[in-house]
């Protein structure tokens, strides 16, 4: 079955750095897009990032583009995020998310907070 597991979560400072990771399982992760949503306390779940099967195409949030980069490794069917200069504003839960065979699948989510 497919299995997403996020780590990498945490407290930190604003203008600091963390580095997500979504360990993938149960699918041919090379095969098909990915993407980070988070969901902050009272809102609604938003895209982050998306990268295709290949890494040949990237998208981001204009909230996060400039400070945010995802990345891939098929051979270890991982999946990052390396956020840079962090704001207040990032704190959320951020989850990894894949469509297979028209069904969604989600990671139980990473907490991140950025605060002083």
């Known amino acids: 079955q497919v299995q997403l597991v996020e780590s990498g979560g945490g407290l930190v400072q604003p203008g600091g750095s963390l580095r997500l990771s979504c360990a993938a399982s149960?699918?041919?992760?090379?095969?098909?897009?990915m993407s980070w949503y988070r969901q902050a306390s009272g809102k609604e779940r938003e895209l982050v990032a998306a990268i295709s099967s290949g890494s040949t195409i990237i998208n981001y949030a204009d909230s996060v583009k400039g400070r945010f980069t995802i990345s891939r490794d098929n051979a270890k069917n991982t999946m990052y995020l390396q956020m840079n200069s962090l704001k207040p504003e990032d704190t959320a839960v951020y989850y990894c998310?894949?469509?297979?065979?028209?069904?969604?699948?989600w990671g139980q989510g990473t907490q991140v907070t950025v605060s002083s």
């Open positions: 149960g699918f041919s992760f090379s095969m098909y897009t």
């Open positions: 998310k894949v469509i297979k065979m028209l069904q969604t699948y």
